[in-house]
């Protein structure tokens, strides 16, 4: 319309005409660069890509299924540790917790570099409100978990404040339940689910003996799988309800691999693999991207989709409406001290190879951790001892409970995605291992890795940091007499705490 008037206008009302158009085409900008999105993180603990959307069988996500429908869903992204704090230390500073040494779990002594701050200061300064949890949830999804000491002038989160209207919100909400807890919860779950997931359909991985106790495991975090898709559906309701939900980026993924041997705490695939779907305003539907993509690619996103410039010493990228987005080759994780167990592990995992390197190969990966041992925790794992002691394991399901880990790990995972066949010593595969085990030794380098050294042979060895055992709530209810008096005030404030 506005071509056809110009066309019959006089030369000077033409001249008006032209301007009017670039002073809309300006404000129309302007109104755009000022649209900031809300931003909701649902972080769900401890799981693995176990939904329909990724292929799993045997349980319904209605609104999870939607979400990716109608956004993105990342096939290959992961956590830069497979522990809950170590891996959400980094997520909320955009660095790998092994660079500002974030990477032993609940190291409340670290210190972050004056330069580094959480994510949420920048998108406070971008005029975010920065919000923690939901009534809606299970336990009002609240969990921080930092390895890192925080302001308490400038807290991370503004804890108690609402959304306010006319100003944009990040809010990260906890979904706790797919946690292990440490009653009956999940019993609990199951028993009040109008559709329990059946035994029979669910998947029993190769390194696991399909044994009715361990399918009825499965089965139960399935339904706290159900149940937190429940929860997302009462969030996004929510959002509707407030007129929000139109102009609100809604984020899932998982801040860990599921809690079974090889998942939480391991550098296996089931410990560092997790979900990331991605959907809202400016994010085109039915999209599935099969890059490597992490943790602090997500930080960068984040920061990149409130339109807050991404700060050089982030070490990820911006995954969505990026220019300068370049697929990478490989994503980086570490495992150091999980509760009173230290370790010290690095992988590289590219699209098909992936290399892990064990420092600490004593270290067995059925260590005994005491929270581990909770019945509640690994229901399944006396079973698994009581069969592995009595030889009625295969190979392929021993192999955890072997009394040493292996120096190095190579999988193909194309051809072997369990992770069953370990390739560092074939011959046919040094090459790669090589290349692998090259680009490893850089990214410990680069990244300025504060979890190893190199010794007099310039090998690289773990830096182990001394730390208090009795400050660990359930080491110290295992060593009751090295521990006694003095776990005191402060061990019995922590039973209010979540175990992780
Ligand atoms: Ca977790």
């Known amino acids: 319309m506005l071509e056809r008037l110009m066309k019959h206008a006089r030369p000077q009302t033409a001249n008006y005409l032209l301007i009017l158009l ?73 660095m790998y917790q092994t660079s500002m040494g974030g990477h032993h779990h609940r190291d409340k002594t670290n210190v972050l570099p004056e330069h580094v701050k959480p994510m949420t200061h920048y998108l406070r300064q971008a005029g975010y409100s920065v919000l923690l949890g939901n009534e809606l949830v299970y336990t009002a999804g609240r969990k921080l978990d930092l390895n890192f000491q925080t302001d308490k002038k400038n807290p991370v989160f503004d804890r108690k404040k609402k959304i306010e209207a006319g100003k944009p919100f990040f809010m990260q909400i906890q979904l706790k339940m797919t946690h292990r807890a440490m009653d009956d919860t999940w019993q609990q779950v199951r028993k009040a689910s109008k559709h329990p997931v059946s035994l029979s359909d669910v998947e029993v991985p190769p390194y696991l003996p399909d044994h009715p106790e361990v399918r009825l495991d499965i089965a139960t975090y399935y339904d706290t799988l159900e149940y937190i898709d429940h929860e997302i559906g009462l969030v996004q309701q929510q959002l509707k309800a407030q007129g929000l939900l139109e102009n609100t980026i809604i984020i899932f993924m998982g801040d860990n691999g599921r809690c079974q041997i090889r998942g939480k705490s391991y550098l296996f695939e089931d410990g560092i693999h997790v979900p990331l779907i991605v959907a809202g305003p400016g994010i085109s539907a039915n999209q599935i991207n099969n890059d490597m993509t992490d943790g602090i690619d997500l930080t960068a996103s984040i920061l990149h989709l409130a339109g807050v410039q991404v700060p050089e010493h982030m070490q990820g990228q911006a995954l969505l409406n990026n220019p300068n987005y370049q697929a990478k080759g490989a994503i980086y994780a570490a495992r150091d001290r999980h509760d009173e167990i230290v370790d010290n592990s690095r992988t590289v995992v590219e699209k098909r190879y992936k290399y892990i390197a064990n420092f600490m190969p004593q270290v067995p990966w059925d260590a005994r951790m005491a929270y581990y041992d909770k019945p509640t925790v690994r229901p399944i794992l006396p079973l698994l001892r009581e069969l592995h002691t009595a030889g009625k394991l295969n190979a392929d399901q021993a192999y955890f409970f072997a009394k040493t880990k292996p120096r190095e790990q190579l999988y193909d995972l194309e051809n072997d995605p369990w992770e069953l066949n370990n390739l560092a010593d074939s011959a046919a595969h040094q090459k790669i291992k090589a290349r692998l085990v090259k680009k490893l030794d850089q990214w410990i380098e680069n990244s300025n890795d504060h979890g190893l050294s190199k010794d007099a042979n310039g090998d690289w060895q773990p830096v182990l940091k001394a730390f208090d055992l009795c400050s660990i709530r359930s080491a110290a209810e295992r060593n009751k007499t090295l521990c006694a008096g003095k776990t005191g005030k402060k061990n019995k404030k922590k039973k209010k705490t979540d175990k992780v």
């Open 22 to 94: 670039m002073l809309l085409v300006f404000i129309s900008l302007s109104v755009q660069g000022k649209t900031q999105p809300n931003i909701v993180l649902l972080m769900a603990e401890d799981i693995g890509i176990d939904l329909p959307s990724y292929g799993a069988k045997g349980l319904q996500t209605p609104n999870l299924d939607k979400l990716a429908k109608n956004g993105i869903q990342f096939n290959r992204f992961y956590t830069n540790s497979p522990i809950c704090s170590t891996s959400r230390t980094s997520l909320m500073t955009g």
